[in-house]
Structure formats: C-alpha cells, structure tokens
Nanobody, 119 residues
Framework: QLQLVESGGGLVQPGGSLRLSCAAS????????IGWFHQAPGKMRERVACISSNSGTTDYADSVKGRFTISRDNAKKTGYLQMNMLKPEDTAVYYC????????????WGQGTPVTVSS
C-alpha cells in the first residue's frame, strides 16, 4: 500500500520556523520526485516546492523562495520542508506528494499537516 505520512505542523509565531517531514512506505521513494503543496481555507491546493529523485533539481513557488528549503533523505525514505521566516499568509494545510518527476503528475498524496502562523 502506497503511503505518505506528514508530520511537524503546528502553531508558530510570524517570523518563526517549522520543519515538516514526509515518510514514505509501500514504494521505493528513491525513484520519484517529492512535492510539497499547501491549501489555505477557501483556496485551491498549490505546489510550493518540488525535489527530483536524486536531489539534483529543486523548484519553489515565488511566494516561498528564499524562505523554504526542500530536501530528502532516500536512505530514511523521508522528505523534508524547512520553513523559515513564516508569515500569516503561509497558514494552510501542507501536503506532501509523490510524483513521477517535478514536471509530472501526482500518484500518491499524504493526509496533510496543518500549519498556523499567528501571534
């Protein structure tokens, strides 16, 4: 059974940091890209970052460039999203996903972890 499980969300003050994790099971994560998406209330889900299977390529949404860093540890079958300098507008449910490549489609979603940025 293909599965992704996110963790690390929570409440943080503006300017603070959080590190999200995404643990994979049921498939060989090494072969696939990992994407992180967020969905704020009443808005569509959008991609914030993606990393290729060998970590050779990363891309970021303009709204998070310079603040968020995506990474992965294939030996641990885990992806990460380091979020720094968080803003209230980063408040959303964050999902990780497995993709064939960063230009491909999603084949598995995690259940999501909520992030709230508020003072």
């Amino acid at each position: 059974q293909l599965q992704l499980v996110e963790s690390g969300g929570g409440l943080v003050q503006p300017g603070g940091s959080l590190r999200l994790s995404c643990a994979a099971s049921g498939f060989v994560l090494d072969y696939y890209a990992i994407g992180w998406f967020h969905q704020a209330p009443g808005k569509m889900r959008e991609r914030v970052a993606c990393i290729s299977s060998n970590s050779g390529t990363t891309d970021y949404a303009d709204s998070v460039k310079g603040r968020f860093t995506i990474s992965r540890d294939n030996a641990k079958k885990t992806g990460y999203l380091q979020m720094n300098m968080l803003k209230p507008e980063d408040t959303a449910v964050y999902y990780c996903a497995g993709l064939g490549s960063c230009s491909g489609s999603v084949f598995v979603w995690g259940q999501g972890t909520p992030v709230t940025v508020s003072s």
